[in-house]
């Protein structure tokens, strides 16, 4: 035995994981109290209470007194834009102020000014400022992400953002998950033929592929971007290459990409702020897994946003939360933050807000099988928050609670502070 973290109110799995929680499930979280886990290489090995523990006669090298304080998988953040250039803090004036997004965007805001900070941004310079969110991601407790592209919008730029995802997990103990968003937006000089731009972007899915630099595909399916049609051809494309796929679909109108992506048997479906009851009923009964961004929608002043007491209560749906971490429309990187809105804005329970940023994340980006859980044959992707009590983590909201994180076995933040070697 390697290491222990012992007499701690842990959250485990029950058995080895088969998929993601569902409806009223997701307020199982099977709290072992006095637990202990113990951790052997990359891997955990012992799951149970100390005196279990003590029964089972096993010797540890080194052990970790959590004080009967919570332990919890590492958090997974299954929706980010994490390699971008530049910022647009500028924008929060014209925003107060009442100006729309195409307000903005017509003065020089919105995605395409992030489109031309990235275009102009080395790989080096794209690397540093992904490394220091990557940072305060892991303070937070947050073990793995996904990382989108899509401030390219064209072969150059997107190949630059897949690589740079890519060679950030050889930098930084976070796991970054790669997915191609190529169709993320239409440039303006597409505007008028979005069907051209939608097959350069499918040209390009061969050599992503071939080189490795993305496991997930998606598109942002929304009126003024792209039609329920131009994504059910791209995602199919995208099928046919051997990728997964995602959607941005029914933020801001319900224009059927959630339907889409149950017929698709789509991985997850993201926002779904104006997603329809019969999309919500589709994609739960397909499998898909609905990734919610409660930091978007609350950022953008929304009025609404997406119903997960729905989709929890009524289609017995598996719900997911992320930060949508990019420079616009959420920047934060603290699903710490993202939990409180899960509470405030959604009206979910702390249970199930824990399972939808462990368990239910892992399986929204075909992680389930190795993460999400604290199970005997799983990666040891740990968290130690300072308290007892999930509820807390949401209640008390604005601060870091985290203690200690654990990846792949190693200690990787103490004291709320990343361990640098």
């Not at 980010?80 to 107060?96: P, Y």
């Not at 959420?330 to 702390?350: D, K, R, W």
């Not at 807390?392 to 994180?405: E, S, T």
């Amino acid at each position: 035995m390697g290491n222990g973290a012992g007499e701690a109110n842990v959250q485990p799995g029950e058995g080895l994981t088969s998929g993601p929680k569902r409806g009223s499930e997701m307020r199982d979280i099977g709290l072992i109290e006095d637990g202990v886990v113990g951790i052997r290489g990359e891997d955990i090995v012992f799951v149970g209470t100390a005196h279990e523990f003590e029964r089972a006669d096993i010797s540890a090298h080194e052990t970790l007194d959590a004080g009967g304080r919570l332990l919890t998988p590492g958090l997974i953040d299954p929706h980010t834009h994490l390699v971008h250039g530049g910022s647009r803090q500028q924008e929060l004036a014209m925003k107060l102020a009442g100006k729309s997004y195409l307000e903005i965007l017509e003065q020089g805001g919105g995605i395409l000014s992030t489109v031309k900070s990235t275009r102009a941004a080395s790989e080096e310079e794209l690397e540093a400022q992904a490394l220091q969110s990557l940072h305060t991601m892991l303070e937070q407790g947050t073990t793995t992400v996904e990382a989108k592209s899509g401030y390219g919008l064209e072969r150059e730029t997107e190949l630059k953002q897949l690589k740079v995802a890519n060679k950030l997990n050889d930098l930084q103990p976070v796991e970054v998950v790669s997915t191609f968003l190529g169709p993320h937006a239409l440039p303006p000089e597409y505007r008028s033929h979005p069907d051209e731009f939608l097959d350069l972007m499918i040209e390009m899915l061969d050599e992503i592929k071939e080189e490795k630099l993305a496991e997930f595909c998606d598109i942002f399916c929304e009126s003024g971007v792209f039609s329920v049609e131009q994504s059910r051809r791209f995602l199919a494309a995208c099928k046919n290459k051997g990728f997964d796929i995602k959607i941005h679909a029914d933020e801001i109108e319900p224009l059927g990409g959630t339907e889409l992506a149950a017929e698709l048997g789509a991985t997850s479906v993201e926002h779904l702020l104006a997603a329809s009851k019969e999309g919500l009923q589709d994609i739960a009964k397909s499998g898909t897994i609905a990734v919610i961004l409660p930091g978007t929608s609350w950022n953008l002043r929304s009025p609404k946003h997406a119903d997960a007491r729905y989709l929890i209560d009524e289609a017995n749906g598996a719900v997911a939360l992320a930060t949508d971490y990019n420079p616009g429309s959420c920047p934060t990187e603290s699903l710490q933050l993202i939990m409180a809105f899960g509470a405030n804005l959604l009206g979910m329970t702390p249970e199930e807000i824990l399972t939808a940023v462990t368990r239910n994340a892992a399986y929204a980006i075909g992680r389930g099988h190795r993460i999400g859980t604290i199970e005997v044959g799983k990666q040891a992707d740990l968290c130690l928050f300072n308290t007892d009590d999930v509820a807390y983590i949401p209640y008390h909201f604005g601060i870091n609670h985290v203690d200690c994180v654990f990846k792949k076995g190693r200690k990787v933040v103490s004291g709320g502070k990343p361990i640098t070697d």
